[in-house]
C-alpha cells in the first residue's frame, strides 16, 4: 500500500468527492487530501515565502511515500473565459495555427506567460516551495481539468453571467489556448524542481481539447466527481506501474 | 582708433569667455531660437539612439503630449510593459542608431522595402526580428506570432508618422552593419543580440557626412508626404560609441562619428524648413560641464545631465516649466482582467470549501 498526500486547492474537491463515492478504497493507494485552501493552512505561503507551519509539518510527515499536487489552475480562467473590452489573443507556439479571436490585438506569448504568473502568484509558488520541503519524495503535479465547453458555462454560468453578457465568451481556441499556457507554466516548474508532471486524463478530453462531457457538472469551471474517478484511475496506474518497476 | 566691425554689437553668447567659460555649468545656454514652439498638445514623436530614451521619458513625465501608437495592453503590469519595449518611443521600433535605419522603417512601415534578411531563427527555436533584436526577452515564440505582431508594429509606425506634429529623433552613429545583398540596415551587428555573422553576408560601413544627409533629407520629404505639417527636432546622442569596428582607437573614431552627425545635422537644418536643431551633445560634452554630466563610466548620462538638456529644451521649445516630478498620467486598468480574477477567486474558495455532501 502506498501512501499518498493529495495537496490542492479547488480542483482538489472532484479528486475527494470520487474518492468518497468509492468510500475512500484505492486499490494499491491509501490516500490523504490536504485542502489548501482550508483556514488551517492559510495563508500556504507567509510573507518571506516560507510554508504556513502546519502544511510544512504534513508534506515533511514520514508516513507518505508519494505527494500529489493539483495546486492552482485557474488562473487561465480570469484571463480566457471571456473577451476583453480591449479585445487581444496570443499565438501558442505548439498550435500556431488555431483560430484567433476576431479583431483583437496580439500580444506576444511570453508576455501573456509573465502576466499569468504574475496573476497566479499566490498559489503557483506553493508547489515548488512544498517541494523544497520534500526534496527526495515522488512528487506528481495533475493538470487542471481542461476547460469547460461554452455550452455548460453558459448553462452555470453563476457569478460570471454579467461577464459573458456583457463582453462575450471568447471562442474555444482562445480558452484553449490559456488553459495550454497554464500547463506550460505549471510544467516548466514540474521539470525545474524535479516534479513528474501528469497531463489531464486522455479520457477526459473531447476532440476538441475541452472537458468531456460526462464530466460536466453544474459549474463553468470546475469539472465533476467522473473526473475526479479519471484521475483516480491514472495515479492508481502510474503507482501500480512504479511499483511494478 | 579703430571702428566698429562685425564683433562689437554682438550678444554674450557669441563670446566664449561670457557664454561658456564664465557662467556656472547650469546657466550654460547653447541653444538658439528655434524655428518653432511645441505646444502642450503636440503630439510628439520620438525616436533614435539610447539617449533618444531619455528625452521620450521626460516628455511624458512632463505632461507633454508624447505620442504613443502601440501600447501595452491595460492588463499588463508596467513592469513588464516596459519589459517588452511598450512606452519606451512612440512605437515598439526599439533603438535607431543611424539615418538610413530611420528612412527604412519607413519604408518597411509602408510595404516599400522588404529586407531579404527578415528574420533570425535561434537555436533554441525563438525568432528574432533582426531590426528590433532586443525589443522583447526571449524573442518571438513563433512564426505566426512574429507577422502579426510585425503587421501590428508597422501599423502603429504608420500612425505615428500620420498623426505626429513634432517628430524627435536623435542621431546616435554612423557606424552600422549592412546587409551585402540589399543594404538593409542592421541597429546591432548580426550576432550580438541574435542572427550569426557572416563576413560574405554583413558589411561594415560608416556612414559619411553626404549619406547621413541624404538618407535624413529622404527620410523628411516621406514623412512630409504622409504629414505635411511635421516638425522636426534633431538631436545629437553625447554617448560615446561602447566600441568601434572602424580599426581607429575608440575615442578617434568617436570624435569622428559625433563630428559628422553635427555637421550633417546642421547642414539639415540649414536646408530644411521646420527643422531644428537641438544642441544636447554640446549641454552634456562641452568643456563647460568638464566630465560633470558623465556617469564614472565616462559614456552614461548621469539624471542631472538629462535634466539640464531637458531643461534648456523646455525652455526654448516651450512656454511651461517642465515639471520634471510630475508621475506620468496612470494606464487605466483592466477593471474587466481584475474583476475576473477576483470573480475566479471566489468560485475557487466555494469550490475548495464544498465537500460534495
Given at each position: 500500500?502506498t501512501?499518498?498526500?493529495?495537496?490542492?486547492?479547488?480542483?482538489?474537491?472532484?479528486?475527494?468527492?470520487?474518492?468518497d463515492?468509492?468510500?475512500g478504497?484505492?486499490?494499491?493507494?491509501?490516500?490523504e487530501f490536504?485542502?489548501l485552501?482550508?483556514?488551517?493552512?492559510?495563508?500556504?505561503?507567509?510573507?518571506?515565502?516560507?510554508?504556513h507551519?502546519?502544511?510544512?509539518?504534513?508534506?515533511?510527515?514520514?508516513r507518505?511515500?508519494?505527494?500529489v499536487?493539483i495546486?492552482?489552475?485557474?488562473?487561465h480562467?480570469?484571463l480566457?473565459?471571456?473577451?476583453?473590452p480591449?479585445?487581444?489573443?496570443?499565438?501558442s507556439?505548439?498550435?500556431?495555427d488555431l483560430?484567433?479571436?476576431?479583431?483583437a490585438?496580439?500580444?506576444?506569448y511570453?508576455?501573456?506567460?509573465?502576466?499569468l504568473?504574475?496573476?497566479?502568484?499566490?498559489?503557483?509558488?506553493?508547489?515548488?516551495a512544498?517541494?523544497?520541503?520534500?526534496?527526495?519524495?515522488?512528487?506528481?503535479h495533475?493538470?487542471?481539468?481542461?476547460?469547460?465547453p461554452?455550452?455548460?458555462v453558459s448553462?452555470?454560468?453563476?457569478?460570471?453571467?454579467?461577464?459573458?453578457?456583457?463582453?462575450?465568451?471568447?471562442?474555444?481556441?482562445?480558452?484553449?489556448?490559456?488553459?495550454?499556457?497554464q500547463?506550460?507554466?505549471?510544467?516548466?516548474?514540474?521539470?525545474?524542481?524535479?516534479i513528474t508532471?501528469?497531463?489531464?486524463?486522455?479520457?477526459?478530453?473531447?476532440?476538441?481539447?475541452?472537458?468531456?462531457?460526462?464530466?460536466?457538472?453544474?459549474?463553468?469551471?470546475?469539472?465533476?466527481?467522473?473526473?475526479g474517478h479519471?484521475?483516480?484511475?491514472q495515479?492508481?496506474?502510474?503507482f501500480?506501474?512504479r511499483?511494478?518497476? | 582708433m579703430?571702428?566698429?566691425?562685425?564683433?562689437?554689437?554682438?550678444?554674450?553668447?557669441?563670446?566664449?569667455?561670457?557664454?561658456?567659460?564664465?557662467?556656472?555649468?547650469?546657466?550654460?545656454?547653447?541653444?538658439?531660437p528655434?524655428?518653432?514652439?511645441i505646444?502642450?498638445?503636440?503630439?510628439?514623436?520620438?525616436?533614435?539612439?539610447?539617449?533618444?530614451?531619455?528625452?521620450?521619458?521626460?516628455?511624458?513625465?512632463s505632461?507633454?503630449?508624447?505620442?504613443?501608437?502601440?501600447?501595452?495592453?491595460?492588463?499588463?503590469?508596467?513592469?513588464d510593459?516596459?519589459?517588452?519595449?511598450?512606452?519606451?518611443?512612440?512605437?515598439?521600433?526599439?533603438?535607431?542608431?543611424?539615418?538610413?535605419?530611420?528612412?527604412?522603417?519607413?519604408?518597411?512601415?509602408?510595404?516599400?522595402?522588404?529586407?531579404?534578411?527578415?528574420?533570425?531563427?535561434?537555436a533554441?527555436?525563438?525568432?528574432?526580428?533582426?531590426?528590433?533584436?532586443?525589443?522583447?526577452?526571449?524573442?518571438f515564440?513563433?512564426?505566426?506570432?512574429?507577422?502579426?505582431?510585425?503587421?501590428q508594429?508597422?501599423?502603429a509606425?504608420?500612425?505615428?508618422?500620420?498623426?505626429?506634429?513634432?517628430?524627435?529623433?536623435?542621431l546616435?552613429?554612423t557606424?552600422?552593419?549592412?546587409?551585402?545583398?540589399?543594404?538593409?540596415?542592421f541597429?546591432?551587428?548580426p550576432?550580438?543580440?541574435?542572427?550569426?555573422?557572416?563576413?560574405?553576408?554583413?558589411?561594415?560601413?560608416?556612414?559619411?557626412v553626404?549619406e547621413?544627409?541624404a538618407?535624413?533629407?529622404?527620410?523628411?520629404?516621406?514623412?512630409r508626404g504622409?504629414n505635411p505639417?511635421?516638425?522636426v527636432?534633431?538631436?545629437i546622442?553625447?554617448?560615446?560609441?561602447?566600441?568601434?569596428a572602424?580599426?581607429k582607437?575608440?575615442?578617434?573614431?568617436?570624435t569622428?562619428?559625433?563630428?559628422?552627425?553635427?555637421?550633417?545635422?546642421?547642414m539639415?537644418?540649414a536646408s530644411?524648413p521646420?527643422v531644428?536643431?537641438?544642441?544636447?551633445?554640446?549641454?552634456?560634452?562641452?568643456?563647460?560641464?568638464?566630465?560633470?554630466?558623465l556617469?564614472?563610466d565616462?559614456?552614461?548620462?548621469?539624471?542631472?545631465?538629462?535634466?539640464?538638456?531637458?531643461?534648456?529644451?523646455?525652455?526654448?521649445?516651450?512656454?511651461?516649466?517642465?515639471?520634471f516630478?510630475?508621475t506620468?498620467?496612470?494606464q487605466?486598468?483592466?477593471?474587466?482582467?481584475?474583476?475576473?480574477?477576483?470573480?475566479?477567486?471566489?468560485?475557487?474558495?466555494?469550490?475548495?470549501?464544498?465537500?460534495?455532501?
Amino acid at each position: 500500500m502506498t501512501r499518498v498526500l493529495l495537496v490542492g486547492h479547488s480542483h482538489l474537491t472532484c479528486i475527494r468527492q470520487a474518492f468518497d463515492q468509492r468510500g475512500g478504497q484505492i486499490e494499491g493507494l491509501e490516500l490523504e487530501f490536504a485542502q489548501l485552501a482550508d483556514a488551517g493552512f492559510v495563508p500556504n505561503l507567509g510573507p518571506a515565502g516560507d510554508v504556513h507551519p502546519l502544511l510544512r509539518q504534513l508534506v515533511t510527515a514520514p508516513r507518505f511515500a508519494a505527494i500529489v499536487s493539483i495546486i492552482g489552475g485557474n488562473a487561465h480562467f480570469s484571463l480566457g473565459l471571456t473577451n476583453n473590452p480591449r479585445r487581444y489573443d496570443f499565438i501558442s507556439p505548439e498550435a500556431p495555427d488555431l483560430p484567433l479571436e476576431d479583431g483583437a490585438e496580439i500580444i506576444p506569448y511570453w508576455l501573456v506567460m509573465r502576466h499569468l504568473i504574475g496573476m497566479s502568484h499566490e498559489t503557483t509558488p506553493v508547489l515548488p516551495a512544498i517541494r523544497a520541503l520534500a526534496p527526495r519524495i515522488p512528487f506528481l503535479h495533475l493538470e487542471s481539468p481542461p476547460p469547460v465547453p461554452a455550452e455548460n458555462v453558459s448553462r452555470h454560468a453563476k457569478h460570471f453571467a454579467p461577464f459573458i453578457k456583457h463582453y462575450g465568451l471568447s471562442r474555444p481556441e482562445r480558452v484553449l489556448r490559456f488553459w495550454r499556457l497554464q500547463g506550460k507554466m505549471m510544467k516548466d516548474i514540474c521539470d525545474q524542481t524535479g516534479i513528474t508532471y501528469l497531463p489531464a486524463p486522455a479520457s477526459m478530453v473531447d476532440a476538441e481539447g475541452l472537458l468531456q462531457r460526462v464530466a460536466w457538472r453544474d459549474d463553468p469551471t470546475h469539472a465533476g466527481p467522473a473526473y475526479g474517478h479519471a484521475v483516480l484511475d491514472q495515479l492508481a496506474a502510474h503507482f501500480a506501474q512504479r511499483n511494478a518497476a | 582708433m579703430t571702428g566698429p566691425t562685425p564683433y562689437s554689437c554682438l550678444p554674450d553668447r557669441a563670446y566664449w569667455r561670457r557664454a561658456v567659460a564664465a557662467p556656472a555649468v547650469t546657466d550654460v545656454d547653447p541653444v538658439d531660437p528655434p524655428p518653432f514652439q511645441i505646444a502642450p498638445a503636440d503630439l510628439v514623436m520620438t525616436a533614435g539612439s539610447c539617449f533618444a530614451q531619455h528625452i521620450a521619458r521626460y516628455l511624458q513625465q512632463s505632461g507633454f503630449n508624447a505620442l504613443l501608437t502601440e501600447t501595452a495592453h491595460p492588463m499588463i503590469q508596467p513592469e513588464d510593459a516596459a519589459a517588452f519595449n511598450y512606452g519606451t518611443f512612440t512605437a515598439r521600433y526599439g533603438n535607431i542608431y543611424v539615418a538610413r535605419q530611420l528612412v527604412q522603417l519607413f519604408l518597411r512601415a509602408y510595404e516599400q522595402f522588404t529586407p531579404d534578411e527578415d528574420i533570425w531563427t535561434e537555436a533554441d527555436g525563438c525568432l528574432i526580428d533582426p531590426f528590433r533584436p532586443q525589443i522583447q526577452p526571449g524573442g518571438f515564440a513563433s512564426r505566426r506570432e512574429y507577422d502579426l505582431d510585425r503587421q501590428q508594429h508597422f501599423a502603429a509606425v504608420r500612425k505615428g508618422f500620420e498623426t505626429l506634429d513634432i517628430f524627435v529623433f536623435t542621431l546616435g552613429l554612423t557606424e552600422g552593419w549592412v546587409s551585402r545583398q540589399d543594404g538593409a540596415v542592421f541597429p546591432l551587428c548580426p550576432g550580438v543580440a541574435g542572427g550569426r555573422f557572416e563576413p560574405e553576408r554583413h558589411a561594415f560601413h560608416n556612414f559619411t557626412v553626404d549619406e547621413i544627409v541624404a538618407d535624413m533629407g529622404r527620410f523628411i520629404g516621406l514623412l512630409r508626404g504622409v504629414n505635411p505639417r511635421a516638425r522636426v527636432v534633431l538631436t545629437i546622442s553625447p554617448v560615446p560609441l561602447i566600441a568601434t569596428a572602424s580599426g581607429k582607437h575608440v575615442l578617434t573614431a568617436t570624435t569622428w562619428s559625433k563630428s559628422v552627425l553635427r555637421v550633417a545635422a546642421g547642414m539639415l537644418e540649414a536646408s530644411f524648413p521646420n527643422v531644428s536643431y537641438f544642441p544636447s551633445y554640446e549641454v552634456i560634452l562641452g568643456p563647460q560641464a568638464g566630465n560633470g554630466w558623465l556617469a564614472s563610466d565616462l559614456r552614461s548620462v548621469r539624471e542631472e545631465g538629462v535634466a539640464q538638456v531637458m531643461r534648456l529644451f523646455f525652455r526654448h521649445f516651450t512656454d511651461t516649466e517642465p515639471r520634471f516630478d510630475a508621475t506620468p498620467e496612470p494606464q487605466i486598468a483592466d477593471r474587466a482582467t481584475e474583476d475576473m480574477a477576483e470573480l475566479v477567486k471566489l468560485v475557487c474558495e466555494e469550490e475548495a470549501l464544498d465537500r460534495g455532501d
